[in-house]
């Protein structure tokens, strides 16, 4: 029997900050807004109820003075004339009632006893039946029973637009909360998106630094965080290039003195050994200039003719490189760079399969997708994105033998980059790798 997970309050808390912070201050602004619409009714409600029970004092006296002083047989015409909106006069002792309790009746008893200045007996009772409605009894000069109906009545009614208003106020309230809520988020997502997508061989934009001083100091800091990566790694790339560029001259004159030695087998050794670092050094320049792709300029080539081009190539030194499918139009991007990025993952497919082919598709957006197939064994899958990282070597296929420096790969993701373009690897469902190459 599976036991039921139990439920936690904070399970209802939204995970993002947008939604924290619009609740919150949602949240706070609308209490806010109930205390003061509440502040405001009581100090009506107490307002209004002050003149209320002013009046009936006041308008009370001088109706049982008048009453009083009239002769027997003229009250009842003077009984309408006297009578108000929530209480009237009755010659008689009324109905029969009980003795009322509540704090609204007490106080309005006290105040027809301050009325009548207690010259007259008085008693105040509650009707059954009608918990609002109240009768005082008294008794004039004359021994005339008089009773005084009282029907209190709402002291402040409310207007009939007033919900309106609250429903208004409570839209501008959620209006206003999320507005703020999107100018305090924005600029934070922003900055998210520009670390996500950080990438200092990419020409993207600059974070604005304009707003709040907050916020621009931020977009200013990661600008500059930026720039230094950016200055770091072009200054790794020059010692690179360096270096490699310096190594070239001694290895020329190692590999003289070898030719001028005399043949043995340890002779054949070293020069293959300065043949391999001369290939490493060259590669490693190739690879300092990759990073620097975009000082050739852009150019429209025939992608078909540009394809068939390089396929023939290979053809003519008997490799089997062949074309699957290519299209007919033009791209525009950088010749040079395009051609040495095919020509490292032709290279590779080659070296690793035997075979290399090609397939050129456009989509729907204008992208073109230039893919490289071999038929080998591939690569594992928790390897491919580490494969395209310099000096990486897959140690089942990389070896003396087979002469790889492993940077032709990260040669080809730079230059890819520098054109504007992306790189990926993944393995085919039929066996071996594909290499795809996507263009704007």
Not at 160 to 170: A, D, E, F, T
Not at 250 to 272: C, F, G, S
Not at 347 to 359: M, S, V, Y
Not at 387 to 415: D, V
Request: contains cysteine; neutral net charge.
């Amino acid at each position: 029997m599976i036991a039921a997970k139990a439920f936690h309050p904070l399970q209802l808390w939204p995970r993002t900050l947008r939604a924290r912070l619009f609740l919150i201050l949602l949240a706070g602004l609308t209490i806010a807004s109930g205390l003061s619409f509440a502040v405001i009714v009581t100090e009506r409600y107490l307002s209004a109820k002050a003149i209320m029970l002013g009046t009936l004092e006041s308008d009370v006296a001088t109706s049982i003075a008048v009453l009083d002083r009239l002769p027997a047989n003229e009250r009842a015409n003077w009984l309408d004339r006297l009578s108000r909106g929530n209480y009237h006069f009755v010659m008689g002792p009324g109905l029969p009632g009980v003795a009322d309790v509540s704090g609204r009746g007490a106080e309005i008893a006290a105040k027809i006893e301050e009325a009548v200045g207690h010259r007259f007996p008085l008693k105040v009772e509650s009707i059954p039946g009608d918990g609002r409605r109240l009768q005082a009894h008294l008794t004039l000069s004359d021994g005339s029973p008089l009773t005084i109906d009282v029907t209190p009545t709402g002291i402040m009614p409310l207007a009939q637009w007033l919900p309106y208003v609250l429903i208004v106020q409570l839209i501008l309230l959620i209006l206003c909360t999320w507005f703020a809520v999107r100018q305090a988020i924005r600029p934070l997502a922003a900055l998210a998106a520009a670390a996500d997508a950080l990438d200092p061989n990419k020409k993207d934009p600059r974070l604005d630094e304009s707003g709040p001083t907050e916020v621009a100091h931020a977009a200013k800091a990661f600008n500059s965080m930026r720039d230094r990566i950016a200055r770091y790694l072009e200054e790794r790339v020059q010692i690179l290039a360096s270096i490699s560029h310096d190594l070239q001259t001694p290895i020329t004159r190692m590999r003289l003195r070898a030719e001028m030695a005399d043949d043995t087998p340890e002779k054949d050794k070293l020069v293959q050994d300065l043949a391999e670092i001369e290939r490493l050094v060259q590669e490693g320049v190739a690879y300092a200039r990759s990073a620097h792709g975009n000082v050739e300029k852009s150019s429209k080539i025939d992608i078909a003719s540009f394809i068939e081009s390089l396929a023939y190539d290979y053809q003519d030194m008997g490799k089997a490189v062949t074309i699957a499918k290519t299209i007919s139009g033009t791209l525009m991007t950088r010749p040079h760079a395009l051609r040495r990025i095919l020509s490292n993952l032709i290279d590779n497919a080659l070296k690793f399969a035997g075979d290399a082919e090609i397939n050129v598709a456009r989509d729907g957006q204008g992208l073109v997708t230039i893919t490289v197939l071999d038929s080998g064994a591939g690569i594992p899958d928790d390897q491919l994105e580490a494969a395209m990282q310099p000096f990486y070597r897959l140690e089942q296929s990389r070896n003396r033998g087979t002469g790889g420096t492993g940077l032709g790969l990260a040669i080809a993701q730079q230059l890819a980059i520098a054109i504007g373009g992306s790189l990926r690897l993944y393995n085919r469902s039929e066996g071996g790798l594909a290499a795809e190459i996507t263009i704007r």
